[in-house]
T-cell receptor
Framework: NAGVTQTPKFRVLKTGQSMTLLCAQD?????MYWYRQDPGMGLRLIHY???????AKGEVPDGYNVSRLKKQNFLLGLESAAPSQTSVYFC???????????FGNGTRLTVT | RKEVEQDPGPFNVPEGATVAFNCTYS??????FFWYRQDCRKEPKLLMS???SGNEDGRFTAQLNRASQYISLLIRDSKLSDSATYLC????????????FGKGTHLIIQP
């Protein structure tokens, strides 16, 4: 049972480049989330989804887009990367809104 | 405004000691509570849920104090491997954005 899988694990981008982070879960969870974690800031919610075909903005959505075309996948896109988006990105999923989250291993992104 | 507060530490504790730390929350309507553990450069992992009656899992005890609006985590007979950052999570119900993480308490167990 893989749980939550994120790809890639590491990535270096130049300012202005775009990329997509992929999150896949095999637990049949309805809810999926994208967080970023920066030193001293804790985990901040970027976007989330409460089911296939739905997405919603979190605390820090600017500069990111998401899609949930299939229940098991939640994609995070950076259209034009900026150095301020250098961070560790975590995907998570949960069975329902008040259930504990299960996290992927994270993606370390550096934007130069 | 959602607020979940934790003492960032670090808490430096000798091996074998008992250590406890709290997490306070501001929304009295909060419904679900969890403790997570995060090792350096790793993802957060669920340590335990926090129930109204309190719960224990081996050396770990979690308690909820609704009147004073805090949850606590107590670690007995601490091990070197307990060194990590401990995050509390408070869920206020409603939508998926009702979940708030504390910024974590850094625990260092010293030999």
């Amino acid at each position: 049972n893989a749980g939550v899988t994120q790809t890639p694990k590491f990535r270096v981008l130049k300012t202005g480049q775009s990329m997509t982070l992929l999150c896949a879960q095999d637990m049949n969870h309805e809810y999926m989330y994208w967080y970023r974690q920066d030193p001293g800031m804790g985990l901040r919610l970027i976007h989330y989804s409460v089911g296939e075909g739905t997405t919603a903005k979190g605390e820090v959505p600017d500069g990111y887009n998401v899609s949930r075309l299939k229940k098991q996948n939640f994609l995070l896109g950076l259209e034009s990367a900026a150095p301020s988006q250098t961070s560790v990105y975590f995907c998570a999923s949960s069975y329902r809104a008040n259930s504990p989250l299960h996290f992927g291993n994270g993606t370390r992104l550096t934007v130069t | 405004r959602k607020e979940v507060e934790q003492d960032p530490g670090p808490f430096n504790v000798p091996e074998g000691a008992t250590v406890a730390f709290n997490c306070t929350y501001s929304n009295s309507a909060s419904q679900s509570f969890f403790w997570y553990r995060q090792d350096c450069r790793k993802e957060p992992k669920l340590l335990m849920s926090v129930y109204s009656s309190g719960n224990e899992d081996g050396r770990f005890t979690a308690q909820l104090n609704r009147a004073s609006q805090y949850i606590s985590l107590l670690i007995r007979d601490s091990k070197l491997s307990d060194s990590a950052t401990y995050l509390c999570v408070v869920i206020q119900g409603g939508g998926a954005d009702g979940l708030t993480f504390g910024k974590g308490t850094h625990l260092i167990i010293q030999p």
